[in-house]
């Protein structure tokens, strides 16, 4: 699909979400239809040595974009928001099924730069993600989380670093990771 296409189906997703946060239901129910299709195709690229469970994996993805609907921002683009709930419940899924299914990687010159920009956006989206959920902490949760999950740092090398002591980083990150939760979950208690 050329970059205009996919243009195409982001303003056209984007806009029918962004009429169904405002209560039009035959908007939302359009949304759900042509997101099915959408990743119909996302899932059968991924599972193509276990087509048994798209199906399934498009259900779930639905039913969470529908409990999620709220947390999407206008401003933002759709399809990696709903990409990434997608990601999550392939995941999912392969820990639950416990066997890897691999796609094959493309023969196709196109199709292997297509797939390495797609990584590098996916992983640019994340960081940049990442970048402005961690902004919301206050620095006493956010150091902490940031030495230690993201760059890899020792409880003792980030404590020397932040003037923090040991037990202060390890609480800046349990109480840090447990406020983003509940950021990520609406509200709802993280425990």
Do not use: C
Not at 28 to 51: C, I, N, V, W
Not at 92 to 112: E, G
Not at 148 to 168: F, N, Q
């Amino acid at each position: 699909m050329g970059s205009a296409a996919l243009e195409s189906v982001e303003t056209k997703l984007k806009s029918l979400m962004i009429d169904a946060q405002r209560g039009d239901a035959a908007a939302y129910e359009e949304l759900l239809k042509l997101l099915g299709g959408h990743l119909r195709a996302f899932f059968r690229r991924r599972l193509s040595r276990d087509p048994d469970h798209v199906e399934d994996l498009i259900q779930e993805t639905l039913l969470a974009v529908h409990n999620h609907r709220h947390t999407y921002q206008p401003t933002e683009l759709f399809t990696p928001w709903a990409h990434a709930i997608a990601k999550y419940k392939l995941i999912d899924h392969l820990r639950r099924d416990s066997r890897r299914a691999a796609a094959p990687l493309p023969d196709d010159t196109d199709d292997a730069e297509a797939l390495v920009e797609n990584s590098l956006h996916d992983a640019a989206t994340a960081r940049r993600d990442l970048g402005k959920l961690l902004a919301t902490l206050p620095a006493r949760f956010r150091l902490p989380i940031e030495q230690v999950k993201i760059e890899g740092l020792s409880i003792e090398e980030a404590a020397l670093r932040t003037g923090m002591s040991a037990s202060a980083v390890k609480i800046g990150i349990h109480r840090g990771l447990k406020l983003l939760a509940r950021t990520l979950l609406g509200g709802a208690d993280a425990d």
